[in-house]
C-alpha cells in the first residue's frame, strides 16, 4: 500500500518539485571493457599516453561541471587489470600487449586525477567473470586463467572463477589487499560479485560435493558469495577504514506481491544476498542495477529502502537504455527516475554509461545538470564507521584579482587527508545546510579561486568547512563578508 502511494504522489506532482538536498551521491561508471567509455585505443607509444591523459581529463572535467562526485573506474575488468600488478596482468584494452608496460600507472593516474578536481574514485572490481571461452575459435589462455586452471568453469561459453571454492576467495582477496594497499582510493566497488545468469545450471556439483557440507545448494552458493563479502570488507576496512565499500547487484532484491513482472532476482536468480550483506554491517553503499522502467523501477527503489539496515542505497540508472538498440528511452524516463529516488529518500543515483553522458544523449547531461544538480553536493557521511568532526578551518581571506576571487584560508592541523568546502550567501548567516550555498566541495588544498563579473557589484558572505575521509564535516569557519565589482574595496 505505501509503494501505490507513493507512487500516486509521484505521478500528480509537477515535474522539479523535488529539491536537492545538501548529501547526495552522483556517481558515473567509466568502462573500460571493450573501451566503451575510456581510452579510445591503447597505449602503443609515448603519444598514446599523452593521449589517453587528456582523453581521461576531459571526461573528468565534463563530470564535474555537472556537479557529479563519484567516479566508479573499472579497475579489474576480466581477470586483467589497468595498473602494474604482481598478480594479474594489463588489460589490452588500455595497454597494447597485456605483458607490456605502458609506460605509466593509469589508476595512479586516474586518482590523482580526480583527486585535483574534488571527485572520488572508487576502484571498480568485476569479481568472477574472466571472458569468452573462445577468442577468434581459439581457447582462452590469459595467464589468469592458466595460473587458476583449477579454479576455472566453463559455463555458456565463458569462464568464471568458481565461488564455491575456498581458494578463490583467496586469489580475489589478494587482488583487493593489493589494489587497497597501494592506491588512495576513496572506495572499492564490486560487480558481478554473484553466480551468472541461469546460475541453478552453474557447473559446480564437484565443489558442491566437497565443500557442500549437507547445505541445500542454493544456501551453499549464497554463502559463498556472503563469505566473499564478510572477508572483502574486513580486509578493506582493516588496511584502511575510510574507503567506501559498494556492490552493483541486480536491480530487484526479490520478488514483491502482486508484481507478476519481476523474475530476475538477487536472491533468487543469481544468489546475491546484498540486504545480508547491509543488515551484518559489510557493505557501506548498495548500487542495484535498476535498468528498467514504471513497475519494474519504482516499486523496487521502495523495496530496496526498506531494506537498507540504515546503510545507503543509491539506484544505478541506465543510459545506455536511451539508445534506440537498447530500448529507446525518452530522456523524461531517466529524469522521473531520478526525481522519484530522491521522493523515495534514497542517497543519490548512479549512471551507466559515462560515455552516455558525455555524449549528451538527448540531452540527459544538460537535463541532469539544470534539472536536478545544479549545485554542488557533499557526500552523505559514513558514520558507523567514524563521527568525528574535523577541526574548523581559519576565517577565509578573501581578494579580488581582476577577473577572478581568490578564496584562502589556514587549517591547524595536517590535512592531507582532508577535503574543503567554501559557501557563499548574500545573506548572513550563511546557511550551510542550503546546497544553494555551497560554491565548492572536496576541495584538495587551502585556496580556491572562482571567476567573476568585475561589472556586477555585490556583496557576499563567505565560510569554510572542513571534511575528513569518511565524509564527515566540520563546523563552519567565521565569516568574511568580501564586497565584489570593479568599485575599489
Same mark, same amino acid.
Given at each position: 500500500?505505501?509503494?501505490?502511494?507513493?507512487?500516486?504522489?509521484?505521478?500528480?506532482?509537477?515535474?522539479?518539485?523535488?529539491?536537492?538536498?545538501?548529501?547526495?551521491?552522483?556517481?558515473?561508471?567509466?568502462?573500460?571493457?571493450?573501451?566503451?567509455?575510456?581510452?579510445?585505443?591503447?597505449?602503443?607509444?609515448?603519444?598514446?599516453?599523452?593521449?589517453?591523459?587528456?582523453?581521461?581529463?576531459?571526461?573528468?572535467?565534463?563530470?564535474?561541471?555537472?556537479?557529479?562526485?563519484?567516479?566508479?573506474?573499472?579497475?579489474?575488468?576480466?581477470?586483467?587489470?589497468?595498473?602494474?600488478?604482481?598478480?594479474?596482468?594489463?588489460?589490452?584494452?588500455?595497454?597494447?600487449?597485456?605483458?607490456?608496460?605502458?609506460?605509466?600507472?593509469?589508476?595512479?593516474?586516474?586518482?590523482?586525477?580526480?583527486?585535483?578536481?574534488?571527485?572520488?574514485?572508487?576502484?571498480?572490481?568485476?569479481?568472477?567473470?574472466?571472458?569468452?571461452?573462445?577468442?577468434?575459435?581459439?581457447?582462452?589462455?590469459?595467464?589468469?586463467?592458466?595460473?587458476?586452471?583449477?579454479?576455472?568453469?566453463?559455463?555458456?561459453?565463458?569462464?568464471?572463477?568458481?565461488?564455491?571454492?575456498?581458494?578463490?576467495?583467496?586469489?580475489?582477496?589478494?587482488?583487493?589487499?593489493?589494489?587497497?594497499?597501494?592506491?588512495?582510493?576513496?572506495?572499492?566497488?564490486?560487480?558481478?560479485?554473484?553466480?551468472?545468469?541461469?546460475?541453478?545450471?552453474?557447473?559446480?556439483?564437484?565443489? !558442491? *560435493?566437497?565443500?557442500?557440507?549437507?547445505?541445500?545448494? /542454493?544456501? &551453499?552458493?549464497?554463502? %559463498?558469495? =556472503?563469505?566473499? #563479502?564478510?572477508?572483502?570488507?574486513?580486509?578493506?576496512?582493516?588496511?584502511?577504514?575510510?574507503?567506501?565499500?559498494?556492490?552493483?547487484?541486480?536491480?530487484?532484491?526479490?520478488?514483491?506481491?502482486?508484481?507478476?513482472?519481476?523474475?530476475?532476482?538477487?536472491?533468487?536468480?543469481?544468489?546475491?544476498?546484498?540486504?545480508?550483506?547491509?543488515?551484518?554491517?559489510?557493505?557501506?553503499?548498495?548500487?542495484?542495477?535498476?535498468? !528498467? *522502467?514504471?513497475?519494474?523501477?519504482?516499486?523496487?527503489? /521502495?523495496? &530496496?529502502?526498506?531494506? %537498507?539496515? =540504515?546503510?545507503? #542505497?543509491?539506484?544505478?540508472?541506465?543510459?545506455?537504455?536511451?539508445?534506440?538498440?537498447?530500448?529507446?528511452?525518452?530522456?523524461?524516463?531517466?529524469?522521473?527516475?531520478?526525481?522519484?529516488?530522491?521522493?523515495?529518500?534514497?542517497?543519490?543515483?548512479?549512471?551507466?554509461?559515462?560515455?552516455?553522458?558525455?555524449?549528451?544523449?538527448?540531452?540527459?547531461?544538460?537535463?541532469?545538470?539544470?534539472?536536478?544538480?545544479?549545485?554542488? *553536493?557533499?557526500?552523505?557521511?559514513?558514520?558507523?564507521?567514524?563521527?568525528?568532526?574535523?577541526?574548523?578551518?581559519?576565517?577565509?581571506?578573501?581578494?579580488?584579482?581582476?577577473?577572478?576571487?581568490?578564496?584562502?584560508?589556514?587549517?591547524?592541523?595536517?590535512?592531507?587527508?582532508?577535503?574543503?568546502?567554501?559557501?557563499?550567501?548574500?545573506?548572513?548567516?550563511?546557511?550551510?545546510?542550503?546546497?544553494?550555498?555551497?560554491?565548492?566541495?572536496?576541495?584538495?588544498?587551502?585556496?580556491?579561486?572562482?571567476?567573476?563579473?568585475?561589472?556586477?557589484?555585490?556583496?557576499?558572505?563567505?565560510?569554510?568547512?572542513?571534511?575528513?575521509?569518511?565524509?564527515?564535516?566540520?563546523?563552519?569557519?567565521?565569516?568574511?563578508?568580501?564586497?565584489?565589482?570593479?568599485?575599489?574595496?
Amino acid at each position: 500500500m505505501k509503494q501505490i502511494l507513493l507512487f500516486l504522489i509521484f505521478v500528480s506532482i509537477p515535474f522539479g518539485f523535488i529539491a536537492q538536498t545538501k548529501y547526495e551521491i552522483r556517481a558515473a561508471w567509466l568502462t573500460i571493457n571493450h573501451a566503451l567509455d575510456w581510452p579510445d585505443s591503447p597505449v602503443r607509444n609515448q603519444g598514446d599516453i599523452t593521449r589517453q591523459k587528456q582523453e581521461f581529463c576531459r571526461i573528468l572535467d565534463e563530470l564535474k561541471s555537472a556537479n557529479f562526485n563519484v567516479v566508479f573506474l573499472q579497475t579489474r575488468i576480466r581477470g586483467n587489470v589497468i595498473y602494474p600488478s604482481a598478480i594479474e596482468p594489463w588489460s589490452s584494452f588500455v595497454n597494447w600487449g597485456s605483458s607490456l608496460n605502458p609506460g605509466y600507472d593509469p589508476l595512479a593516474f586516474a586518482i590523482e586525477a580526480c583527486h585535483e578536481r574534488g571527485l572520488e574514485c572508487h576502484a571498480w572490481f568485476v569479481t568472477f567473470p574472466l571472458g569468452l571461452e573462445k577468442i577468434n575459435g581459439k581457447p582462452n589462455n590469459s595467464p589468469t586463467i592458466i595460473k587458476n586452471k583449477g579454479l576455472v568453469k566453463k559455463f555458456r561459453g565463458e569462464l568464471y572463477l568458481d565461488p564455491g571454492n575456498p581458494q578463490t576467495r583467496i586469489y580475489l582477496l589478494s587482488l583487493v589487499k593489493e589494489i587497497v594497499s597501494r592506491y588512495d582510493i576513496d572506495g572499492f566497488h564490486f560487480d558481478y560479485i554473484r553466480y551468472p545468469d541461469r546460475a541453478s545450471d552453474f557447473p559446480d556439483q564437484d565443489s !558442491y *560435493s566437497k565443500y557442500g557440507q549437507k547445505q541445500g545448494i /542454493e544456501l &551453499w552458493r549464497r554463502n %559463498n558469495i =556472503n563469505q566473499l #563479502v564478510y572477508a572483502a570488507y574486513d580486509t578493506i576496512k582493516s588496511l584502511k577504514p575510510w574507503v567506501v565499500v559498494s556492490s552493483s547487484v541486480l536491480g530487484m532484491y526479490q520478488k514483491i506481491p502482486g508484481n507478476v513482472r519481476a523474475h530476475w532476482t538477487a536472491y533468487s536468480s543469481v544468489f546475491q544476498d546484498p540486504v545480508d550483506w547491509l543488515s551484518r554491517g559489510k557493505h557501506d553503499w548498495i548500487v542495484p542495477m535498476m535498468y !528498467y *522502467s514504471d513497475d519494474l523501477f519504482f516499486p523496487f527503489v /521502495e523495496n &530496496w529502502q526498506e531494506h %537498507n539496515c =540504515n546503510r545507503y #542505497v543509491v539506484p544505478g540508472i541506465g543510459l545506455y537504455r536511451m539508445d534506440r538498440n537498447e530500448g529507446g528511452w525518452n530522456v523524461s524516463t531517466i529524469l522521473d527516475q531520478i526525481r522519484y529516488s530522491r521522493l523515495s529518500g534514497t542517497q543519490g543515483n548512479a549512471f551507466y554509461r559515462t560515455r552516455y553522458l558525455m555524449d549528451n544523449m538527448k540531452g540527459v547531461s544538460d537535463s541532469i545538470k539544470t534539472g536536478f544538480y545544479r549545485y554542488p *553536493s557533499q557526500l552523505p557521511p559514513i558514520y558507523w564507521q567514524d563521527s568525528i568532526a574535523p577541526v574548523v578551518p581559519g576565517k577565509p581571506d578573501v581578494v579580488q584579482s581582476g577577473d577572478s576571487l581568490q578564496i584562502t584560508w589556514e587549517y591547524p592541523e595536517v590535512f592531507e587527508k582532508l577535503r574543503f568546502s567554501v559557501y557563499c550567501s548574500g545573506s548572513f548567516p550563511v546557511d550551510i545546510e542550503n546546497p544553494e550555498n555551497l560554491l565548492a566541495a572536496r576541495i584538495p588544498d587551502t585556496g580556491f579561486s572562482i571567476p567573476v563579473d568585475r561589472n556586477k557589484e555585490k556583496g557576499y558572505y563567505f565560510l569554510v568547512t572542513a571534511v575528513d575521509r569518511y565524509h564527515n564535516e566540520s563546523e563552519p569557519s567565521k565569516v568574511v563578508f568580501f564586497y565584489m565589482g570593479s568599485l575599489e574595496k
